[in-house]
């Protein structure tokens, strides 16, 4: 009886070490992205046949010799119906309730982070949050590794009151616009870590990518497995929490991050770019959208009264705390297939000390305007508020033309989780300047499809600046569809 129990014990071990196993990202719940080839990938035995069988097509492979397999199936239809993928080796692995639809990853640190319990008016959305049709994948934890990692954790949930609470609210946000819109199943995956830096979520090849950070690249390529990394530690979070995701098939990305690099202009650029190429090439998807929220207004806000001019925190120049940041965050823009969701209105008025906006709602679907617009071609709704796109000089005014006018522009104002609303008030936070770089309160004007800016202290304008400072609190340039205009600087000064 006891060899009997010894041999069925060592088959037992045999069988398992011969077992097909799947990645955390695949698994039963999950939605498949339509439209694309989708990896479906795993581990096995050396030479060990295996079979993948879903939505009427069968593909077929052989582990390779360092235990790894993958086949690509062909490119499926929505379908919200659920279904049931095989996988077929010595051993079989039926994965239920599969759907077919759009899947989007949501990172960044904590503003990406905090939940739909941490923000505006959670017990109604939570109370309202049963979309079957939504599904859910958390990335645990706040691991880091020096080296990219093939094996992670989590598991996808149903969208439901239990499973949302938790979740990120700009992801469900977003995720619920892009569902209700499309009417086709949405699948989220949340990998997120508060405080953190764009250095550590950015892979080896993005650094490679762009020649001013060829230190980095440097650096990053000279990790062993014994190299101490941490959440500070370039690509270490990537190599913990995004790359065993890869290469899951999905449509695009979203972003909110930039606090922690909140000191930098330009080499917060370099930065994006490194980040973005780097993810697409590991995704396998060089078409990748990638969306990210540009930095919420914080701390004191820039007084707009000329009343107290005398005030330090009245300067028309702006240029202090996260200005710049959100400049690079614009001129990242130049990368295709991106979008920027303008969220300089939208800090708690009462609290301007707070870094974390509780109102996720309007950043989830400002980043879904974009996706809308761009990634799937309605071009009947505007993708973002008015961007600065150019200005004439004409005599002593400075005439400012936009992009993403939408149905025109017009001074607004928003409070709370409302809609944006016309207001009567005079526009805000334009500033111009002469030759002699001294800045002073412009008086603006909107004229048509443009912004007319003059001043009575400068007689030969030569540069323009609106919102250009950490808490652009008064700015209340809009378009027509309630969307806020981005800051900007015409000058390099």
């Known amino acids: 009886?006891?060899?009997?129990?010894?041999?069925?014990?060592?088959?037992?071990?045999?069988?398992?070490?011969?077992?097909?196993?799947?990645?955390?990202?695949?698994?039963?719940?999950?939605?498949?992205?339509?439209?694309?080839?989708?990896?479906?990938?795993?581990?096995?035995?050396?030479?060990?046949?295996?079979?993948?069988?879903?939505?009427?097509?069968?593909?077929?492979?052989?582990?390779?010799?360092?235990?790894?397999?993958?086949?690509?199936?062909?490119?499926?239809?929505?379908?919200?119906?659920?279904?049931?993928?095989?996988?077929?080796?010595?051993?079989?692995?039926?994965?239920?309730?599969?759907?077919?639809?759009?899947?989007?990853?949501?990172?960044?640190?904590?503003?990406?982070?905090?939940?739909?319990?941490?923000?505006?008016?959670?017990?109604?959305?939570?109370?309202?949050?049963?979309?079957?049709?939504?599904?859910?994948?958390?990335?645990?934890?706040?691991?880091?590794?020096?080296?990219?990692?093939?094996?992670?954790?989590?598991?996808?949930?149903?969208?439901?009151?239990?499973?949302?609470?938790?979740?990120?609210?700009?992801?469900?946000?977003?995720?619920?616009?892009?569902?209700?819109?499309?009417?086709?199943p949405v699948g989220l995956i949340g990998s997120n870590w508060g405080g953190t830096k764009i250095e550590p979520w950015t892979t080896l090849d993005g650094f490679k990518s762009v020649p001013e950070l060829s230190e980095q690249a440097k650096n990053v390529a000279a990790y062993t497995k014994d190299t101490k990394v941490g959440g500070g530690t370039p690509s270490a979070i990537y190599n913990s929490m995004v790359h065993p995701l890869t290469p899951y098939a999905m449509r695009g990305a979203i972003w909110y991050q930039g606090e922690s690099n909140g000191n930098e202009g330009v080499t917060y650029y370099q930065k994006k770019h490194a980040l973005v190429k780097g993810w697409r090439k590991a995704f396998q998807n060089p078409d990748l959208g990638f969306y990210w929220v540009q930095l919420c207004n914080f701390r004191k806000p820039n007084v707009m009264d000329i009343k107290d001019a005398s005030k330090e925190e009245s300067r028309p120049e702006g240029g202090d705390g996260w200005a710049r940041l959100r400049e690079a965050q614009t001129q990242a823009l130049d990368l295709k297939h991106t979008g920027m969701a303008v969220i300089i209105d939208l800090a708690d008025a009462h609290n301007p000390n707070d870094i974390h906006p509780k109102n996720k709602q309007d950043v989830g679907g400002r980043l879904a305007q974009w996706a809308l617009n761009q990634t799937y071609g309605k071009k009947h709704m505007v993708a973002s508020g008015p961007?600065?796109?150019g200005h004439e000089i004409k005599g002593n005014k400075i005439h400012v033309t936009f992009n993403n006018v939408g149905q025109g522009l017009m001074v607004g104002k928003k409070v709370g989780l409302d809609p944006t609303q016309?207001?009567?008030?005079?526009?805000?936070?334009?500033?111009?300047?002469?030759?002699?770089?001294?800045?002073?309160?412009?008086?603006?004007?909107?004229?048509?499809?443009?912004?007319?800016?003059?001043?009575?202290?400068?007689?030969?304008?030569?540069?323009?600046?609106?919102?250009?400072?950490?808490?652009?609190?008064?700015?209340?340039?809009?378009?027509?569809?309630?969307?806020?205009?981005?800051?900007?600087?015409?000058?390099?000064?």
Not at 131 to 143: A, E, Q
Not at 447 to 454: A, E, N, P
Request: charged residues 20%; proline residues 4%; aromatic residues 10%.
């Open 1 to 184: 009886m006891q060899r009997l129990s010894i041999f069925l014990l060592a088959l037992a071990c045999s069988i398992s070490a011969y077992a097909v196993r799947l990645p955390a990202v695949i698994n039963s719940h999950m939605v498949l992205q339509r439209d694309m080839q989708v990896p479906i990938w795993g581990w096995g035995d050396a030479g060990e046949k295996v079979t993948v069988t879903f939505a009427g097509q069968k593909k077929e492979t052989t582990v390779g010799k360092h235990g790894e397999w993958m086949v690509k199936l062909n490119k499926l239809k929505a379908n919200a119906s659920p279904s049931v993928l095989t996988i077929k080796g010595n051993n079989e692995i039926k994965l239920e309730n599969v759907l077919v639809g759009e899947v989007w990853i949501c990172s960044g640190q904590s503003n990406m982070e905090w939940h739909v319990r941490q923000c505006a008016n959670p017990q109604e959305e939570i109370a309202k949050a049963n979309y079957s049709k939504i599904r859910l994948f958390d990335v645990p934890g706040h691991t880091v590794h020096p080296l990219p990692q093939r094996e992670g954790k989590g598991s996808w949930q149903v969208c439901s009151s239990d499973s949302v609470a938790k979740f990120s609210a700009t992801g469900y946000y977003f995720g619920r616009r892009i569902h209700l819109s499309l009417g086709v």
């Open 387 to 389: 961007l600065y796109s």
């Open 422 to 493: 016309q207001d009567k008030g005079n526009l805000k936070h334009f500033s111009i300047a002469g030759a002699d770089k001294k800045w002073h309160w412009a008086d603006a004007k909107i004229v048509g499809d443009k912004v007319v800016l003059s001043s009575k202290n400068v007689k030969t304008p030569v540069a323009a600046r609106y919102a250009f400072t950490m808490n652009p609190a008064d700015a209340n340039l809009y378009n027509i569809d309630g969307l806020p205009a981005g800051p900007f600087r015409t000058d390099d000064w």
